[in-house]
């Protein structure tokens, strides 16, 4: 835990009581300051008391007295309307933060020669997020990753000299973090998402581009412009006088960092090089994750981690648990367990890597459905659909792709596979990639995909991967 000494002897008011608001409490206790808790949950709000907190009612609490309101990064800061406890700090004039600014402020009074890198975008977050971090494991370097990938950033180890911060950051974090200035700030991409949290595509466009433009002095701003809301990113965070790298998977770059092939390229005034190749390498197959490669080499290059050292790295990325992560084959069929991707512009990702496939869809639906996934529509040799979202899939898939509505993962586990091994297809890939959000029928997207990954390893004769 990294204890927070930046609210010594002031009192702090903590709202959302999961993982990260109780790491949050504890480091700020840790950290000399008075922290008082609460949670609209009564269950949660009992276990923080039995845990010896303070629970205090922030509805009666005296508000003059509080510092600063730490808000969990899933309570609506400003869209559909402020939280009441956003609302009460605005009123009181507490600033309202989340965990990431609290990591942010220690690591400035710490002072440590420690480089961050914070990594943001709609999609390819957490495996550009881990692949960095291997990368710089694999050249020798101590690695701290944590953030929106899974591990609150108030576990990692304490800041100290040349210990590397990797961390995952979502919008809703974003919007918490005032104070985040990254050594290197990477953005992936930006295609509509969390609207309902935002209101506009450009709110959540310019919360995004944020990360990258506020790098510290010095620092590097890695920018993908293969979308248009990331390219006048780059261009407005390069006028502002940032260090900007771009990196490119849809064509060459004068400038930065571009796809080849399998080929990593670096451009420098028109003149190019490839510095990685990628070719054989199952945990970063596709396009996309040749985007999130190059984003890690550049983010490394600029920590001053050796090209060779990073090729090894890349070789040796064992890849991210639900996504695009190959559970094993049964005879000549693959298995792919893609949960994390909870939206079409995610699932495009791994419809766009395969030929033959077996599609297990659905879940609670995202706007717009899967309309915009018609081009790949003729790489799916049957779609099994699951959840709510299934009768509006199938109207979209009707007379394009063959469909079946199976309700729930077991029934289609057993159908793809049926399906699958029946085809004579020299690799069919039955493919979990289900474009929608999981809480239909799951907790999260990583009960989801450990479901899939269950029901495929218990299949008599599978070979894992």
Not at 265 to 275: L, P
Not at 281 to 289: D, V, Y
Request: glycine fraction near 10%; charge should be neutral.
């Amino acid at each position: 835990m990294i204890p927070i000494t930046v609210f010594a002897g002031r009192k702090v008011a903590v709202f959302g009581l999961g993982k990260s608001g109780l790491l949050s409490a504890g480091a700020l206790i840790k950290g000399g300051a008075e922290v008082i808790v609460y949670d609209d949950n009564e269950t949660m709000r009992s276990e923080a008391a039995s845990a010896g907190l303070t629970v205090e009612n922030l509805h009666e609490a005296d508000w003059s007295a509080i510092a600063a309101l730490v808000l969990a990064p899933g309570v609506p800061l400003t869209h559909p309307t402020p939280h009441w406890t956003v609302q009460l700090a605005h009123k009181a004039e507490v600033e309202v933060i989340g965990d990431i600014e609290l990591f942010c402020r220690e690591r400035v009074k710490a002072g440590a020669q420690c480089p961050l890198i914070a990594i943001t975008g709609t999609n390819g977050k957490s495996t550009t997020t881990a692949l960095t971090a291997h990368l710089v494991e694999a050249a020798g370097r101590d690695a701290q990753m944590g953030g929106n990938i899974g591990v609150p950033v108030l576990a990692l180890e304490p800041f100290a000299a040349n210990r590397v911060y990797v961390l995952e950051v979502s919008s809703y974090q974003i919007d918490l973090a005032p104070s985040l200035r990254a050594t290197v700030g990477i953005l992936l991409n930006v295609t509509e998402d969390h609207l309902d949290r935002h209101g506009t595509m450009e709110n959540y466009a310019a919360l995004k581009t944020l990360l990258p433009a506020s790098v510290e002095k010095g620092g590097t701003a890695v920018v993908a412009v293969d979308d248009r809301w990331t390219r006048s990113g780059a261009d407005r965070i390069e006028r502002a006088g940032r260090n900007v790298v771009r990196v490119s998977v849809e064509g060459p770059l004068r400038d930065g960092y571009y796809a080849e092939g399998t080929r990593i390229m670096q451009a420098s005034g028109g003149k190019a090089h490839a510095v990685a190749q990628l070719a054989g390498i199952g945990s970063l197959r596709g396009q996309h994750n040749a985007q999130n490669a190059a984003c890690a080499i550049a983010a490394c290059v600029a920590i001053g981690i050796d090209l060779q050292a990073i090729q090894k790295g890349l070789v040796s990325f064992p890849g991210l648990a639900h996504r695009m992560q190959q559970v094993g084959r049964k005879g000549n069929v693959l298995y792919v367990n893609d949960s994390k991707a909870t939206n079409a512009d995610s699932a495009a990702k791994a419809l766009g890597s395969f030929h033959d496939i077996f599609w297990i869809a659905g879940g609670k639906p995202k706007t717009g459905g899967i309309v915009s996934l018609a081009e790949f529509f003729p790489r799916i040799r049957k779609a099994y659909l699951i959840g709510e979202a299934a009768e509006d899939f199938a109207r979209t898939l009707d007379g394009k792709v063959e469909y079946e509505i199976v309700g729930v993962m077991s029934a289609a586990v057993d159908a793809a596979t049926r399906d699958a091994e029946a085809s004579g297809l020299k690799e069919p890939v039955v493919l979990l990639s289900p474009a929608c959000a999981s809480f239909d029928q799951y907790p999260n997207f990583e009960v989801r995909g450990k479901a899939f990954t269950d029901l495929v390893r218990a299949l008599p004769g599978l070979v894992p991967a």
